[in-house]
C-alpha cells in the first residue's frame, strides 16, 4: 500500500544523546516535512524539503537536523542541543505542482501525514 | 503573517445533533484552507480543502466546510454528528500568493470535538 512510514512508534532518548527518527514515502511525493506537536500547541514546523539535496528551516529547528538524500526518505535526528524533545513528530509529504512558474510555491496541493513517532526523554 | 484561530478548545454535542467548529484565518493574499482529523496516538487524516470555487467543500465521513471570504472564516460541519467523530480537529491554511512560504500549512491549535451518546 502507498503511504507514509515512521519508525519507531515510540523511542526512549537519554540525556546528551542523538536519536534519529525516520520517515519513507513510496507516494513518490517531492516534498516532505518533519512537524511537532505538543498538548494545547497544534503542530510547529521543523524542517521541510521541496526536492532532493534541499531542505528549509521551519519554525523550530534549533537542536534538530535532517538529510534528503533520496527522494522516498527524509530523517530527523533529535540532536543534544534539544532540550526539550519529548514530544510527538509527525512526518508528512506532498506532490508539487509541475508545469507553474514557480513549481511548487503556489500549491493547494494536500500534504499528508505519516502515523507519528513519541520521543520521551528519559 | 498567515495564521489560523480555532477559539474553541473543546466542542461538545449530542450523537444525531449538527456540529459546528469553527476556524478563521489571517492570510495576506489568498488563501488555500484545509481540515484534518486526529484520532488519538494517530497521525493527522485529511478531511477537505477549499481551493477555489464553490464556497461549501464536502469531504470525507460526511463532513463539510463553508468558505466565507468576508469574515475570512472555514468553518467545519456535519449535519448529523455520531460518537465516532470524536477526535481532535485542525484547520489549516497556506497561502497561495506568497511564493516564500513554499508550500507550508500553518495549523490551527486545534479543537477536541466530544459526540455524546
Known amino acids: 500500500d502507498g503511504g507514509i512510514t515512521q519508525s519507531p512508534k515510540y523511542l526512549f532518548r537519554k540525556e546528551g544523546q542523538n536519536v534519529t527518527l525516520s520517515c519513507e514515502q513510496n507516494?513518490?511525493?517531492?516534498?516532505m516535512y518533519w512537524y511537532r506537536q505538543d498538548p494545547g500547541q497544534g503542530l510547529r514546523l521543523i524542517y521541510y524539503?521541496?526536492?532532493?539535496?534541499?531542505?528549509q528551516k521551519g519554525d523550530i529547528a534549533e537542536g534538530y537536523s535532517v538529510s534528503r538524500e533520496k527522494k522516498e526518505s527524509f530523517p530527523l535526528t533529535v540532536t543534544s542541543a534539544q532540550k526539550n524533545p519529548t514530544a510527538f513528530y509527525l512526518c508528512?509529504?506532498?506532490?508539487?505542482?509541475?508545469?507553474?512558474?514557480?513549481?511548487?510555491?503556489?500549491?493547494?496541493?494536500?500534504?499528508?501525514f505519516g502515523e507519528g513517532s513519541w520521543l520521551t526523554v528519559v | 503573517a498567515q495564521s489560523v484561530a480555532q477559539p474553541e478548545d473543546q466542542v461538545n454535542v449530542a450523537e444525531g445533533n449538527p456540529l459546528t467548529v469553527k476556524c478563521t484565518y489571517s492570510?495576506?493574499?489568498?488563501?488555500?484552507l484545509f481540515w484534518y482529523v486526529q484520532y488519538p496516538n494517530r497521525g493527522l487524516q485529511f478531511l477537505l480543502k477549499?481551493?477555489?470555487?464553490?464556497?461549501l467543500v464536502k469531504g470525507s465521513y460526511g463532513f463539510e466546510a463553508e468558505f466565507n471570504k468576508s469574515q475570512t472564516s472555514f468553518h467545519l460541519k456535519k449535519p448529523s454528528a455520531l460518537v465516532s467523530d470524536s477526535a481532535l480537529y485542525f484547520c489549516?491554511?497556506?497561502?497561495?500568493?506568497?511564493?516564500?512560504?513554499?508550500?507550508?500549512?500553518?495549523f490551527g491549535r486545534g479543537t477536541q470535538l466530544t459526540v455524546w451518546p
Open positions: 508528512a509529504s506532498s506532490p508539487r505542482d509541475r508545469g507553474t512558474t514557480n513549481p511548487g510555491l503556489k500549491s493547494g496541493n494536500t500534504i499528508y
Open positions: 507516494l513518490n511525493h517531492d516534498a
Open positions: 524539503s521541496q526536492i532532493v539535496n534541499d531542505f
Open positions: 492570510v495576506s493574499g489568498n488563501p488555500y
Open positions: 477549499y481551493i477555489t470555487g464553490d464556497n
Open positions: 489549516a491554511v497556506r497561502d497561495r500568493d506568497r511564493g516564500s512560504t513554499l508550500g507550508r500549512l500553518y
